[in-house]
């Protein structure tokens, strides 16, 4: 009689062990998926602000394109005026 409840003790065991082993598997399954999931609605924000990190990068390269022709412009009118008040000085309009 003790050989049979020692086996019998012994496939409650394995027969309990099992259960358990397929609980947790069952368990870490889902958790890989949702932080399968996780990752990538993470992924997808980080996309989503990488795209509009470029899109306010091209504005600004557009802004700054339109800056430098802006300077140049007036730097092109600066050097003018100045060949302007050169004239007038030679002419003794200016600063006598």
Known sequence: M???V???ISIL???IAFLGYSL???KAI?????ESAELKAELG????????IR????ASEKQMQVFGERVTRVEESNK????????MEKKGGIGE
């Open 80 to 87: 003018s005026l100045h060949k302007r008040i050169d004239v």
């Open 30 to 34: 889902k958790s890989d998926g949702q």
């Open 13 to 15: 065991s394995v027969i």
């Open 6 to 8: 020692g086996v019998l």
């Open 55 to 58: 899109i306010d990068q091209k």
């Open 45 to 52: 924000y980080i996309r989503r602000g990488v795209d509009d």
């Open 2 to 4: 003790t050989v049979e």
């Open 24 to 26: 947790n598997k069952n």
